[in-house]
């Protein structure tokens, strides 16, 4: 089973940078579609972005079109997620997941894997 394991979260400054990365196991990572999710406290999870397993096509929520950019780099079986330009409001859980489904969907639904997630916190 295709396992996922992110990292690069932490404590950040309001418009200040993050990448967080999301590494994959056990199967190659270019099978799937691959997407971020966040989750703030008291919230529901939400789709940030999405990409497709060439690349060529990727997605992302208003709230972070034009500050986030999705990547991936299959030699590296590796997702990332730069965050520029950070918001309080940014501040979450984010998780990785994927679906085998040839699905750039920012719902929940589509998804089958994911991995256990990484903090990130904007704040002064």
């Known amino acids: 089973q295709l396992q996922l394991v992110e990292s690069g979260g932490g404590l950040v400054q309001p418009g200040g940078s993050l990448r967080l990365s999301c590494a994959a196991s056990?199967?190659?990572?270019?099978?799937?579609?691959i997407a971020w999710f966040r989750q703030a406290p008291g919230k529901e999870r939400e789709g940030v972005s999405c990409?497709?397993?060439?690349?060529?096509?990727?997605d992302y929520a208003d709230s972070v079109r034009g500050r986030f950019t999705i990547s991936r780099d299959d030699a590296k079986n590796t997702l990332y997620l730069q965050m520029n330009s950070l918001k309080a409001e940014d501040t979450a859980v984010y998780y990785c997941?994927?679906?085998?489904?040839?699905?750039?969907?920012?719902?929940?639904?589509?998804?089958?894997?994911w991995g256990q997630g990484t903090q990130v916190t904007v704040s002064s």
């Open positions: 990409i497709s397993r060439t690349g060529d096509t990727t």
């Open positions: 997941a994927a679906t085998i489904r040839s699905v750039c969907q920012l719902s929940v639904m589509w998804y089958d894997y």
């Open positions: 056990k199967f190659t990572l270019n099978y799937y579609y």
